[in-house]
Nanobody, 116 residues
């Protein structure tokens, strides 16, 4: 059974930084694409960033220049480095992994709160 486990969330002041991790049980190579999403209270889940097996990354305009997605294949872990955080970045952040077969997996989420 594939499991994705997020960590690294917490409370941070505006302008601060956090690094989220998404640990994958099994080989990260089994996924052709991995994603970060977030969901704020009362809002729909929002795409943040994606990284494909070859390493090409894409970021949403709302976080471009502030957030960076990456992956460490040796550690079977994906990351989201978040800098210059704003109160509107407050949300539960989820990692998602997809296989070419169509299988789609989600983590349980990690809370990020940006507040002074």
């Amino acid at each position: 059974q594939v499991q994705l486990v997020e960590s690294g969330g917490g409370l941070v002041q505006p302008g601060g930084s956090l690094r989220l991790s998404c640990a994958v049980s099994g080989s990260i190579f089994s996924f052709y694409a991995m994603y970060w999403y977030r969901q704020a209270p009362g809002k729909e889940r929002e795409f943040i960033a994606t990284i494909i097996r070859g390493g090409t990354a894409t970021h949403a305009d709302s976080v471009k220049g502030r957030f960076t997605i990456s992956r460490d294949n040796a550690k079977n872990t994906m990351y989201l480095q978040m800098n210059s955080l704003k109160p509107e970045d407050t949300a539960v952040y989820y990692c998602n992994a997809r296989q070419l077969s169509g299988a789609n997996y989600w983590g349980q989420g990690t809370q990020v709160t940006v507040s002074s």
